[in-house]
C-alpha cells in the first residue's frame, strides 16, 4: 500500500505563501492525488485533487490560491499555497481520495502543519 510522507509546513503570516509537499513510497504515476487538511475539532477535508493526466479540481475555499502539481518522476505532489488566510490553518494530508463521500485509499500520514497567524 502507497503511504505518503508529507512536508514544508510552517508559520506564515497571512497574505503569505508556502509550498508543501508529499511524495509516496512507491510509484503514483497511475493514481489520483488529494491534498487533504484537518483543522482542529474537525474531519479531514478535501482540499484539491490531481488527476493522472494533470487535471486538477479545488474546493471553493481555495480556488484561484491554490495550485496543486505532481512529479511523477519523483512520487511527489505539491501545493503551492499562496494569499494564505488565518482559516487556511491545519494539517495538511496526501491520500488516494476514493469518491462518493467513501474514506480514502491510503492510511493517513503524518501531515505537515501550516499555521498562517500574524
Known amino acids: 500500500q502507497v503511504q505518503f510522507v508529507e512536508s514544508g509546513g510552517g508559520l506564515v503570516q497571512p497574505g503569505g505563501s508556502l509550498r508543501i509537499s508529499c511524495t509516496a513510497s512507491?510509484?503514483?504515476?497511475?493514481?489520483?492525488v488529494a491534498w487533504y487538511r484537518q483543522a482542529p475539532g474537525h474531519q479531514h477535508n478535501l482540499v484539491a485533487v490531481?488527476?493522472?493526466?494533470?487535471?486538477?479540481n479545488y474546493v471553493d475555499s481555495v480556488m484561484g490560491r491554490f495550485t496543486i502539481s505532481r512529479d511523477n518522476a519523483q512520487n511527489t505532489v505539491y501545493l503551492q499555497m499562496n494569499n494564505l488566510k488565518p482559516e487556511d490553518t491545519a494539517v495538511y494530508y496526501c491520500n488516494l481520495p476514493s469518491g462518493g463521500g467513501a474514506p480514502p485509499y491510503a492510511d493517513w500520514g503524518q501531515g505537515t502543519q501550516v499555521t498562517v497567524s500574524s
Open positions: 490531481i488527476g493522472v493526466g494533470g487535471t486538477t
Open positions: 512507491g510509484a503514483i504515476d497511475r493514481m489520483i
